[in-house]
C-alpha cells in the first residue's frame, strides 16, 4: 500500500514490482483508511503517522518504507518488537540541500532581496512617470 501523493510513485514502483510479479496499490484518502491497509505487506509512507494503531490494522505487515531520507514519522520502536523492517532512501535529497545552501549564500551575499525592491521601484517609477 502507498501512503503518500507523490508524483508518480505508484506507476515507478508498479514497473518495478510488476518485473517480481508483485503489485501496489495507492490509498484514497476519501475513504477509510483501515479498511485498505488491513492485508498490506509493505507500507510506503510519504508524511503520514506510522504508529502502533496503524501498525496493529495489518497483522501481515513485514516493512514500512519511508518515502525519504528520516523516518521520523514511524514507530521504529514498535515495528523492531513485532519484527517489521523500517526503510528509508538515505542521501535522496543531498543535490537538492546542497543547491539550496549555495542559492540562499549568493541571495545573501549578494543582497537580492533589496535589489529586487530597487528594481521594482525604479520600474513603478517609469511607468507612471
Do not use: W
Amino acid at each position: 500500500m502507498i501512503l503518500s501523493h507523490a508524483a508518480d510513485l505508484k506507476e515507478i514502483l508498479s514497473d518495478k514490482l510488476n518485473q517480481f510479479g508483485l503489485t501496489a496499490e495507492e490509498v484514497d484518502y476519501d475513504r477509510p483508511l483501515i479498511q485498505q491497509i488491513i492485508d498490506a505487506d509493505v507500507l510506503v509512507n510519504g508524511l503520514r503517522k506510522v504508529d502502533k494503531s496503524t501498525i496493529d490494522v495489518c497483522p501481515k505487515l513485514r516493512l514500512v518504507h519511508q518515502a525519504g531520507t528520516g523516518i521520523d514519522n514511524v514507530d521504529v520502536d514498535y515495528c523492531k518488537l513485532k519484527s517489521i523492517y523500517v526503510a528509508n532512501i538515505p542521501h535522496a535529497n543531498n543535490v537538492a540541500v546542497a543547491e539550496h545552501t549555495l542559492f540562499l549564500m549568493i541571495y545573501l551575499s549578494k543582497h537580492i532581496k533589496s535589489a529586487g525592491e530597487g528594481l521594482m521601484k525604479r520600474r513603478v517609477i517609469h511607468v507612471l512617470g
